[in-house]
């Protein structure tokens, strides 16, 4: 078995076991293509190419073309892919409130899944409301944003998403915590709210290599990989 096979069969464990994966990193790091590359592999791996994923376009395109290129050895796989990958909107959303009546929407009871629904993918989640906030210079009305956002549209998407057995797969951004010195998920309190696995990537400053940091509850490990025609390479 190859290490990449082994790293999806960890994967593969991981959505088993949780039903929210946060990715976050600075631009360029990978966060879209790591998690295009982990829904193609598993929906097109699962043998029965009939499951699905529902992708938001938060504040992100969706790379199509990135797509393409991943699985541009298959023709049926990259149709398959292509066929069960939802779009949502037809295209980007524009601001935090755009994104609260679409998130809203989508917790609503009358509102239907795609068949077969494995995935849900949100990107970027976090960029419209750190926008929102950067409005408000009251400390506790930004509390309130934060704590509305967090009770109204992610802990109830949490809650259908393992009632339904959905990975919910969240794309945010990263910013420097001057207090901490480091460089965290953005309002990484908010995220760490959520039991979940979280994935920090960042660029190595000696080589090509890109660094996926994986924490889940305490516990700790790093791969090393190359992104390479669209995908990934993983180093062993």
């Known amino acids: 078995m190859t ?6 069969k960890e994967f593969e464990k991981i959505y088993q076991r949780h ?3 946060s990715i976050s990193g600075k631009s360029g790091t990978g966060k879209t293509s790591l998690a295009l590359f982990l829904i193609s592999q598993s929906l097109a791996n699962s043998g029965v190419y009939k499951d699905s994923c529902f992708w938001v376009q938060a504040s ?3 790379p199509k073309n990135r ?5 541009k050895d298959s023709s049926e796989k990259c149709d398959y892919l292509l066929n069960n990958i939802y779009i949502t909107p ?12 679409l998130l809203s929407k989508t917790l609503s009871e009358s509102f239907l899944f795609p068949p077969d629904l494995r995935f849900i993918v949100i990107d970027n989640i976090s960029h419209h409301l750190r926008f929102e906030i950067s409005k408000v210079d009251d400390i506790r009305k ?8 967090y009770d109204t549209i992610l802990s109830p998407l949490i809650l259908r998403c393992q009632r339904e057995k959905i990975s919910l797969i969240l794309l945010h951004e990263v ?8 460089t965290l998920p953005f309002f990484h309190s908010l995220y760490y709210r959520i039991k979940g696995v979280n994935i920090f990537l960042e660029k190595s400053p000696v080589s090509k290599e890109r660094i996926m940091n994986i924490e889940i509850g305490k516990k700790n490990a790093s791969l090393y990989f190359v992104l ?3 995908g990934f390479r993983f180093s062993s």
């Open 3 to 8: 290490f990449q096979n082994v790293v999806l």
């Open 19 to 21: 039903s929210v994966i």
């Open 60 to 62: 992100e395109i969706f």
């Open 67 to 71: 797509l393409i290129s991943m699985c």
């Open 90 to 101: 037809s295209k980007v959303i524009s601001t935090y409130l755009e994104q609260k009546k």
């Open 142 to 149: 930004r509390t309130s944003i934060i704590d509305h956002f």
């Open 175 to 182: 910013s420097f915590n001057v207090k901490l010195q480091k």
């Open 228 to 230: 390479k025609d669209g």
